[in-house]
């Protein structure tokens, strides 16, 4: 087997690790692939790219593999905001402020954790059945998978 045939074999076997940057077409037309806008837009469509369409941007087709992390406490913030329980529980302007301080610190924690943990885990395999999180390149926002 020549050099050039083994390397594109080993290319073939290429494993999809975290932190790498995909983007995934559609089974029955190769050239369509997942599009978002991510801003504005947040329907997430199957775009083709057989036309040469110039509003049409390649890196808006872009994700990149994050493990699933930890929100805990973000989704006890985000609860708490939707419902106004907050200030029902405590009229004291004080208590409020001081649990939502406490609140703050434990969501900012959580964020430091979540960013060591893709530390820890960039260029390790995805192995099947894991969880992953893709981060929208282009927006900077997650699609939870």
Request: charged share 25%; glycine share 4%.
């Amino acid at each position: 087997m020549e050099n050039t045939d083994l390397n594109q074999e080993q290319q073939k076997n290429i494993p999809l690790t975290f932190g790498a940057i995909v983007s995934f077409s559609s089974i029955d037309s190769l050239d369509s692939f997942i599009h978002v806008d991510g801003f504005v837009k947040d329907k997430v469509l199957l775009k083709s790219f057989d036309t040469a369409d110039p509003k049409l941007m390649y890196s808006k087709c872009l994700f990149q593999i994050y493990p699933t992390f930890i929100n805990t406490y973000k989704k006890d913030a985000l609860n708490m905001k939707e419902s106004g329980d907050l200030q029902k529980k405590y009229p004291q302007e004080q208590k409020r402020t001081e649990i939502l301080n406490d609140l703050q610190e434990k969501i900012l924690t959580e964020f430091k954790f979540n960013q060591e943990t893709f530390k820890k885990v960039t260029g390790q395999p995805v192995l099947f059945g894991q969880p992953i999180q893709l981060l929208h390149v282009t927006s900077n926002k997650f699609l939870v998978c």
